[in-house]
């Protein structure tokens, strides 16, 4: 549990806007006015077409880029009020990341690929590696942790990414399209592995994906399109081209 204040949402996102220059004095806007609350311990899906912005709100939720306006609170303290040396240290202590290419690094072994957020705290790997093991076990890859990537399979990859995502025990965990490299039958059981850890270690999660089927393990799926969130009532408006119900932006 945070030392925050029980009623105060692990992320708090008021009228967050982000637009790239095109050169020319051009500008193309990504996100516009877009509010959103997450609680502590939900799994919450985003999904939308490719090209729609997930992938860059998920880089604003996580502190890796900066927003061209409105705000990202953190247990109720503003995240881009700080400088960029202290959003490195927030990440790596409070954010944990997947993404759809696990992004291993190829000479080291799993467990070590794993503890690597730890190393990057200066803590060794003989005191990292109880809690990189005790990971990899509970991903069903005990018998792994000294093998490297490239002897593992797809879907064994993507879970050393997850187990690596946990290392630090962040309070947040972000995942971008992370099964979206994977076929159905190698990302289905992904899907419950994720539901699991949510329940069982009580991290909050926040996916975005084009995978309805993804959605499925959320307890609240939004649909990111024109700038804006939209919440779903059915499973069927996870299609993509479906219509968004309500409001152009949505704060659930």
């Given at each position: ?147 490297r990537p490239r002897t593992l399979s797809g879907g064994e990859k993507q879970r050393v990414a997850i187990a690596r995502a946990l290392m630090n025990e962040p309070a947040l965990v972000l995942m971008d399209e992370p099964t979206g490299n994977l076929d159905a039958r190698t990302a289905e059981p992904l899907h419950r592995e994720i539901e699991r850890l949510s329940r069982e270690m009580a991290h909050t999660f926040v996916l975005a994906s084009h995978d ?41």
């Amino acid at each position: 549990m945070s030392p925050s204040a029980v009623d105060t949402p692990l992320l708090q996102v008021d009228a967050l806007l982000k637009q790239y220059d095109t050169g020319g004095g051009e500008s193309l806007t990504v996100l516009r006015d877009l509010d959103l609350t997450v609680q502590e311990g939900e799994i919450l899906a985003i999904v939308g077409e490719s090209g729609t912005g997930k992938s860059t709100l998920l880089h604003l939720l996580g502190a890796l880029d900066r927003p061209t306006g409105g705000t990202v609170r953190f247990f109720g303290e503003d995240l881009f009020a700080k400088s960029d040396e202290e959003l490195a240290a927030f990440r790596n202590r409070s954010i944990g990341f997947v993404f759809q290419f696990h992004h291993l690094l190829p000479e080291f072994t799993a467990l070590e690929n794993v503890a690597m957020p730890a190393l990057i705290q200066h803590r060794t790997l003989a005191e990292a590696a109880p809690r990189a093991r005790e990971l990899l076990d509970l991903l069903g890859l005990a018998d792994r942790a000294d093998q490297r990537p490239r002897t593992l399979s797809g879907g064994e990859k993507q879970r050393v990414a997850i187990a690596r995502a946990l290392m630090n025990e962040p309070a947040l965990v972000l995942m971008d399209e992370p099964t979206g490299n994977l076929d159905a039958r190698t990302a289905e059981p992904l899907h419950r592995e994720i539901e699991r850890l949510s329940r069982e270690m009580a991290h909050t999660f926040v996916l975005a994906s084009h995978d309805p089927s993804l959605a499925e393990v959320a307890g609240r799926v939004l649909r990111l399109e024109h700038g804006g969130l939209h919440p779903l009532a059915s499973a069927d408006e996870m299609a993509p081209g479906a219509e968004p119900p309500g409001p152009e932006n949505a704060d659930a």
